[in-house]
């Protein structure tokens, strides 16, 4: 059985910061890069960051230097520390394989910035 499930999301003003966790079951997670990926209304869903099993990690540009994905000991888990957040951050985040084929996306979770 394959799950991902995301949560730590919430509503943050400009400038806040939020961390968002992943549970993601399933052995193939564990030896492959994962990835936080994000839906703002009305667009495509794009990756974010991402991060190896030898815990090298990318980022978009956009939030490059103010978001840090890491992985958990175990690297079943993920985790996306959001700083210096803006309102065009908002969006629903997900997590899933961050290369090769994904599998079934989760529920999300809603993170939203606003004053």
């Known amino acids: 059985q394959v799950q991902l499930v995301e949560s730590g999301g919430g509503l943050v003003q400009p400038g806040g910061s939020l961390r968002l966790s992943c549970k993601a079951s399933g052995s193939i997670f564990s030896i492959s890069t994962m990835g936080w990926y994000r839906q703002a209304p009305g667009k495509q869903r794009e990756l974010v960051a991402s991060?190896?099993?030898?815990?090298?990690?990318n980022y978009q540009d956009s939030v490059k230097g103010r978001f840090t994905i890491s992985r958990g000991n175990g690297m079943n888990t993920v985790y996306l520390q959001m700083n210096s957040l803006k309102s065009e951050d908002t969006a629903v985040y997900y997590c899933n394989r961050g290369t090769g084929v994904l599998r079934p996306w989760g529920q999300g979770t809603q993170v939203t910035v606003s004053s």
């Open positions: 991060i190896t099993t030898a815990l090298s990690t």
